[in-house]
T-cell receptor, first 109, second 115 residues
Framework: GQNIDQPTEMTATEGAIVQINCTYQTSGFNGLFWYQQHAGEAPTFLSYNVLDGLEEKGRFSSFLSRSKGYSYLLLKELQMKDSASYLC??????????WGAGTKLIIKP | DGGITQSPKYLFRKEGQNVTLSCEQNLNHDAMYWYRQDPGQGLRLIYYSQIVNDFQKGDIAEGYSVSREKKESFPLTVTSAQKNPTAFYLC??????????????FGPGTRLTVL
């Protein structure tokens, strides 16, 4: 079967760095996506990883280790507007997205 | 402006009534998707369509129906057979279904409440 785990909630301070982890188990893998979702709004695309390593995109970076079934999203120089849920999604062997429940990130001043 | 629109944003329905949620895109994307989001759970796929006049059931299709008569439109009907329809419904589209780099883009969502 397939399974994705993320922490339910995290708290961080404005200006700091936070790492949101995602672990998964799957028989087929075609990549891993991270999305940001503000409360009551649509998810918006942040990153896609299919090869091992770190992808950097401004203040946000995403890392993947396929052998460990592990990814993380790294957010630097946190801003209040980064308060949102962060969704990890696995693209399975049928090219369907399997979604984690999301991590709610709370930023404090 | 290109994008995905969903209407209405909020919808109230009495038990036993069917209701149709609208989803339109002008991105010229081939594929469209309907998801349901409940608190504390990941998005769950209801139906998807990779081409006009064709669609496939997702993980939780029971109690729902769709049509894809035009490339731009993918309406979802929530029927009275759906036992627990109160949820946030999200429509998405993508340009290259079946490819790893295919990214799904979402509409603003419709929050359905059954009274």
């Amino acid at each position: 079967g397939q399974n994705i785990d993320q922490p339910t909630e995290m708290t961080a301070t404005e200006g700091a760095i936070v790492q949101i982890n995602c672990t998964y188990q799957t028989s087929g893998f075609n990549g891993l996506f991270w999305y940001q979702q503000h409360a009551g709004e649509a998810p918006t695309f942040l990153s896609y990883n299919v090869l091992d390593g770190l992808e950097e995109k401004g203040r946000f970076s995403s890392f993947l280790s396929r052998s460990k079934g592990y990814s993380y999203l790294l957010l630097k120089e946190l801003q209040m507007k980064d308060s949102a849920s962060y969704l990890c999604a696995l693209l399975d062997s049928n090219y369907q997205l399997i979604w984690g429940a999301g991590t709610k990130l709370i930023i404090k001043p | 402006d290109g994008g995905i629109t969903q209407s209405p944003k909020y919808l109230f329905r009495k038990e036993g009534q069917n209701v149709t949620l609208s989803c339109e895109q002008n991105l010229n994307h081939d594929a469209m998707y309907w998801y349901r989001q409940d608190p504390g759970q990941g998005l769950r796929l209801i139906y998807y369509s990779q081409i006009v006049n064709d669609f496939q059931k997702g993980d939780i299709a029971e109690g729902y129906s769709v049509s894809r008569e035009k490339k731009e439109s993918f309406p979802l009907t929530v029927t009275s057979a759906q036992k627990n329809p109160t949820a946030f419904y999200l429509c998405a589209s993508s340009i290259h279904p079946g490819q790893g780099t295919d990214t799904q883009y979402f509409g603003p969502g419709t929050r359905l409440t059954v009274l």
